[in-house]
């Protein structure tokens, strides 16, 4: 990374901002930018969003711990993490459109490396659920083909790498009630209820 500082041509005095945003094209032209991040405040708090060269990898709620969420990231998939707004231009866009009421879908790359198995068979299924509909821990079950795995939904659901993105927000109790979310009981209601309106 030096190497990379000392060949930047300096053709004004650089503030951290400028040195920042330098350094980080500089990394991603050099391909040594393996995961990107930035995060978003939205009317469920900040959202850490993180991306892969292959697309969306991550977003993570504030009660999460971004600092975690950071270092997990690093350990799974590379330490080369970066603030790197840029990639991440596209998810942000769509997220302020879905929050304001435009966007029902999201439309960007997704990364599901940090899913497998039958947890990723519920995390495909849940972009099906439409905006503005619910559905059981049993339904999603069956769509993603083991009936008798609701538990198994749940912890997929709980452990879902991209929540907001891949609507695990819509998966609710047989009875209507909310059951558990990674962004907190109010997050989801507010999830929702804005869905609902």
């Known amino acids: 990374?030096?190497?990379?500082?000392?060949?930047?041509?300096?053709?004004?005095?650089?503030?951290?901002?400028?040195?920042?945003?330098?350094?980080?094209?500089?990394?991603?032209?050099?391909?040594?930018?393996?995961?990107?991040?930035?995060?978003?405040?939205?009317?469920?708090?900040?959202?850490l969003l993180a991306a892969?060269?292959?697309?969306?990898?991550?977003?993570?709620?504030?009660?999460q711990d971004h600092d975690a969420v950071l270092a997990a990231l690093a350990a799974a998939i590379s330490p080369r993490i970066l603030r790197a707004p840029?990639?991440?231009?596209?998810?942000?866009?769509?997220?302020?459109?879905?929050?304001?009421?435009?966007?029902?879908?999201?439309?960007?790359?997704?990364?599901?490396?940090?899913?497998?198995?039958?947890?990723?068979?519920?995390?495909?299924?849940?972009?099906?659920?439409?905006?503005g509909h619910?559905?059981?821990?049993?339904?999603?079950a069956a769509a993603a083909g083991s009936p008798r795995a609701v538990r198994a939904v749940g912890t997929a659901c709980a452990l879902n790498p991209l929540p907001v993105v891949v609507p695990c927000h819509r998966v609710v109790r047989s009875d209507g009630s909310y059951g558990q979310y990674a962004g907190g009981e109010e997050a989801k209601r507010i999830l929702l209820t804005m869905e609902a309106a």
């Open 86 to 131: 840029a990639r991440l231009d596209a998810v942000t866009r769509q997220l302020d459109e879905y929050f304001t009421g435009g966007r029902h879908t999201f439309d960007v790359p997704l990364d599901f490396r940090l899913a497998r198995g039958f947890r990723l068979s519920v995390l495909e299924h849940l972009p099906e659920i439409a905006y």
């Open 52 to 63: 892969t060269e292959q697309g969306l990898v991550k977003v993570a709620f504030d009660r």
């Open 1 to 47: 990374m030096t190497d990379i500082i000392a060949s930047l041509p300096v053709t004004y005095e650089l503030t951290p901002h400028h040195l920042h945003e330098r350094l980080t094209a500089a990394a991603e032209d050099e391909g040594l930018l393996d995961v990107a991040y930035r995060t978003l405040d939205t009317p469920v708090g900040s959202l």
């Open 134 to 140: 619910t559905e059981s821990y049993a339904e999603v």
